[in-house]
């Protein structure tokens, strides 16, 4: 299994224009919703914030992974997303956040999520990751670094 597998263009939010972390996660399940309409996106929204209020999944360097389990999902979806200006998200280093992934699974698939976001820490793990995905100037720059490394 390789993470790009999981990867969409379409699922690339290149600018975040949100503040805070509730705003942040509305806009990257948005893409989600637009692709599977049995999604509701409000309830993806809350199983979300029940993560997050068990600790924060912002894990430092700049990076968080939100993540979740809805039973109406048929598949792994994962959503990526950039905020140039960062925003707090609660990070383990009290950092602002710059690279999020998101990613919410069915509930059937526990082992397979696991595996999933331990692939997307090792990537967010390279600090070269992580400076040319901030250094990509568009959507598709964006694509090119996350295609070249997942």
Known sequence: MQLSEYLRKDFIVANLAARDKPAALAELVAPVAAAFPEVDRALAQ????????????????????????????????????????????????????????????PERVAGMHLRILAQISRLLSSEAFREAFLAADTRERLWDVLQSHA
């Open 46 to 105: 809350r199983v979300l914030m029940d993560r997050e209020a068990l600790g924060s999944t912002g894990i430092g360097d700049g990076v968080a992974i939100p993540h979740g389990k809805m039973e109406l999902l048929q598949e792994i979806v994962i959503v990526v997303g950039r905020s140039e200006a960062g925003l707090d998200f609660e990070a383990l280093d009290h950092k602002p956040c710059h690279i999020f992934f998101l990613v919410l699974a």
